[in-house]
C-alpha cells in the first residue's frame, strides 16, 4: 500500500533520532506560559509537603504525587519551576517509551510513531510541571507492560508487579483505586484462551496480593513520615466537600457528564466519518459529471487542503479549546477501532491490547470533575496508536445504497486506494497543523502570541520561564510590594485563584489549601474559622482580580465563588483589614491587628 510522505518519513527515521525528537518537542514548550492556578497548585505542595505538611493538607488525595514532586525539589532545589517542567518532560517520555515498547511489535513503525507524537503534543496544551496526570498514565501504563507481557510470558511475577504499580497510582490520585478493574484483563485472557477458572483466579489472587502489598508499604512510608493523620483529615475534608448540599448530586446525576462526554465522542467520530465519505463520493461524482474540468481537479484538492489548514490555524488562536473536539474524535474513533476489534476475528493478543487500551481510555477520567477535558487526553496511550494503525491500514471502502429495484436508484461508493491515501495525507497534516498551532498559541493559560512572551518574573523560583509583559509586571509588582508586609514561612490568605504565590514567597497557605477556588462556601467558612482559631493570626490578604467575563468574585460564574467571597468580603470587615495597594490583577489587604485574642464562633 503507499505511504503519505509523512508516514515515510516516520518509518525511515532512526529510532534514537525520534526519541531525541519527542523530548525536543516537549522541551521547546516549557520556557513560555506562566499558570497561576494549576502550576502553583502542584508546585506548593511539592515545596512545602516534608517541612510543613499541615498547610498544603488538602493536596493529600495526590500523597504520593507530593513525595515524587517534593523529592525532586530536594534533589534539585535551584531549578524550581523550571525544573519541575523538565520532570514532567521526563514522566512523559517514560510513559511514551513503555507504551512504544509494549505496542512495536503489533503495530506499524510509521503509525506507531506518528500517534505517539500526536499524543505528546495533545498534552502539550496542558499543564507543564510534574503533576498527578502525568504520574498516574506513567503508572498505568507501566502496571499494562507487566500485566500484559507476564500473560504472554507466562511469567507470574509480573502480575504482582503490575497489581504494585495500581496500588501507587492510589496514592499518586485517589481516584485511580479504580484503577484495579485493569484485574479483568486477567479474565478477559482466560476467557479468550479457555483458561480454567482456578488459573484465572490464582494470577488475580497474585494481581491483588501485588496491590495490597504495596499499598501497606505505602501506609508505612505515609505514617513514618508522619503524614497519616494529614491524608485522613483530607479524607474528611473531601467527604463534607462531596456531601454538601450544592454538590450533592444522584448517582445518575453524577455518571451522566461521564456518558454524555463519550457519547459526544462518538457522534464527532462518526460524523467526521461520514463527512469524508461523503466529500469522496462528490468530488468523484463531480470528476465524472465535469470533465472539462480535469485540469481544476488536483489544483482544487490543494485549494482545499490551503482552506482547511487556514481554519484550523484560526481556530487554534481565538479558540484555547478547540483542541478538545479534536481529541473527542480521536477518542470516539477508538472506541469504534477497539468494538471492531474485541467483535472481529482478530489475533488474540490485539484483543487484548485493546481490551487494556480500552480500559485506560474509559476509567482514568473517573474521579475529574472536567473528566474528558483534563485527564481524558491522559488516558491515550494504548488505545489511540491501535487506532491509528487500525485506519492508516484501510486500504479501500465501499457501500451500496439501493433505493429499489431499478438500477437507476442504486448508488455505489468506492473510495479507493489513491483516494484513501490523499484522505490519510490530508488528515495527518491537518492533526498535526492544528496541534502544532494549539501548542504554539496556548501556553496552557497565556493565550497569545510566543513571540511576545520574552518577559521574566523576578523571582529565583521561577527564573527562565516567560510570559507576557502584562502579566510579568502586575506579578513583579505584587512580589515588590507585598515583601514589605510579609516573609518566608508567614501565614498569607491569596483568594481565590493564585497558589503560585505561596511558591513564589515561600509562604503558607492559612486554610490548609492553597486553591481556594476548589471550596464551596459551607466548607470555606468552616475552614476559616478553624484557621482563625488554631492560628489566632490575621494574614495578609491577596485577592486577584477576575478578569474574564464572570463576575469579580466568581471563576466564570460558578455558583460556589459568590458564597465566599461574601464569607471573605465579612471576614476583611470584622478584622478591620484596609487596601493598601492594587494593581490591573491583584488588591492587597492588611489586618488592623496582627494576633485574635478571642475564639471565633462565626461570622
Known amino acids: 500500500m503507499q505511504k503519505s510522505f509523512i508516514e515515510d518519513f516516520f518509518e525511515r527515521m532512526n529510532e534514537q533520532l525520534f526519541f531525541v525528537l519527542v523530548v525536543l518537542v516537549q522541551l521547546i514548550f516549557i520556557f513560555q506560559g506562566f499558570h497561576l492556578t494549576n502550576s502553583g497548585f502542584a508546585a506548593v505542595f511539592y515545596q512545602r509537603i516534608y517541612s510543613d505538611p499541615a498547610s498544603v493538607q488538602y493536596n493529600f488525595s495526590y500523597w504520593l504525587t507530593g513525595i515524587i514532586g517534593g523529592g525532586w525539589l530536594k534533589l534539585f532545589p535551584g531549578l524550581g519551576l523550571l525544573g519541575l517542567r523538565i520532570a514532567g518532560v521526563i514522566c512523559t517520555t517514560l510513559t511514551f517509551g513503555i507504551s512504544y515498547n509494549l505496542l512495536k511489535k ?63 497510582n492510589m496514592f499518586v490520585r485517589l481516584p485511580n483505586i479504580l484503577n484495579l478493574l485493569l484485574i479483568s484483563a486477567i479474565w478477559f485472557y482466560g476467557y479468550l484462551n479457555r483458561i480454567p477458572f482456578r488459573q484465572i483466579a490464582s494470577h488475580s ?27 485522613f483529615n483530607n479524607l474528611k475534608i473531601l467527604r463534607n466537600v462531596s456531601g454538601n448540599q450544592v454538590n450533592t448530586r444522584s448517582l445518575h446525576d453524577n455518571f451522566k457528564p461521564y456518558f454524555i462526554q463519550y457519547a459526544l465522542g462518538l457522534i464527532v467520530s462518526i460524523v467526521v466519518i461520514v463527512s469524508l465519505w461523503s466529500f469522496a463520493a462528490i468530488w468523484k461524482r463531480l470528476k465524472l459529471e465535469i470533465p472539462a474540468l480535469r485540469g481544476f ?37 477508538s472506541l469504534i477501532v477497539a468494538l471492531l476489534i474485541l467483535s472481529g476475528p482478530q489475533p488474540k493478543d490485539m484483543q487484548l491490547l485493546s481490551f487494556i487500551g480500552s480500559l485506560m481510555l474509559l476509567i482514568l477520567p473517573l474521579g475529574s470533575h472536567a473528566l474528558l477535558m483534563t485527564i481524558g487526553k491522559y488516558g ?79 523571582n529565583p523560583h521561577v527564573n527562565r520561564i516567560y510570559t507576557t509583559p502584562e502579566k510579568a509586571a502586575a506579578v513583579n509588582e505584587l512580589l515588590s510590594e507585598s515583601k514589605k508586609y510579609i516573609k518566608p514561612d508567614d501565614y498569607v490568605l491569596a483568594y481565590d485563584g493564585f497558589p503560585l504565590f505561596y511558591f513564589l514567597t515561600g509562604t503558607r497557605p492559612y486554610l490548609y489549601n492553597s486553591w481556594l477556588w476548589q471550596y464551596d462556601g459551607e466548607i470555606f467558612k468552616k475552614e476559616l474559622k478553624k484557621s482563625i482559631n488554631e492560628t489566632h493570626i490575621c494574614p495578609v490578604v491577596i485577592i486577584r482580580k477576575q478578569r474574564n467575563n464572570g463576575s469579580v468574585q466568581g471563576q466564570g460564574g460558578d455558583p460556589f465563588r459568590d458564597q465566599t467571597y ?16 492594587e494593581n490591573d490583577f491583584f488588591r492587597l489587604f492588611v489586618p488592623e491587628a496582627k494576633t485574635i485574642q478571642t475564639t471565633v464562633s462565626g461570622f
Not at 205 to 231: C, Q, R, Y
Not at 406 to 431: C, E, K, P
Not at 570 to 579: E, I, N, V, W
Open 205 to 231: 489472587l497474585i494481581f491483588l496480593s501485588g496491590f495490597f502489598a504495596m499499598a501497606a508499604i505505602l501506609f508505612l512510608v505515609m505514617k513514618g513520615l508522619h503524614h497519616d493523620s494529614f491524608f
Open 297 to 333: 481537479w488536483p489544483v482544487g484538492k490543494y485549494l482545499i487542503l490551503a482552506l482547511l489548514t487556514g481554519m484550523c490555524i484560526y481556530h487554534a488562536r481565538i479558540d484555547s479549546h478547540f483542541w478538545y473536539w479534536l481529541f473527542l474524535f480521536y477518542l470516539g474513533t
Open 106 to 168: 503489533y503495530l506499524q513503525t510509521a503509525p506507531l510513531r506518528l500517534s505517539l507524537l500526536l499524543i505528546i503534543l495533545f498534552l502539550s496544551t496542558s499543564v507543564k510541571e510534574l503533576n498527578q496526570r502525568d504520574i498516574t498514565a506513567l503508572f498505568f501504563v507501566s502496571a499494562a507492560w507487566f500485566l500484559y507481557t507476564g500473560l504472554m510470558a507466562e511469567k507470574y511475577s509480573r502480575f504482582f508487579i503490575a497489581g504494585m504499580f495500581i496500588a501507587a
Open 380 to 458: 491515550m496511550w494504548i488505545m489511540v496508536p491501535i487506532a491509528v494503525d487500525y485506519l492508516l491500514n484501510v486500504r479501500s471502502l465501499s457501500s451500496s445504497v439501493v433505493i429499489s429495484e431499478n438500477r437507476r436508484h442504486t448508488y455505489d461508493q468506492v473510495i479507493n486506494a489513491g483516494q484513501m491515501n490523499s484522505l490519510r495525507n490530508g488528515f495527518i497534516f491537518l492533526t498535526f497543523t492544528y496541534l502544532l498551532s494549539d501548542c504554539y498559541f496556548y501556553p496552557y493559560e497565556d493565550l497569545g502570541n510566543r513571540a511576545k512572551m520574552k518577559y521574566e518574573i523576578n
Open 566 to 581: 461574601g464569607l471573605m468580603q465579612t471576614f476583611l470587615h470584622q478584622y478591620q483589614y484596609r487596601q493598601i495597594w
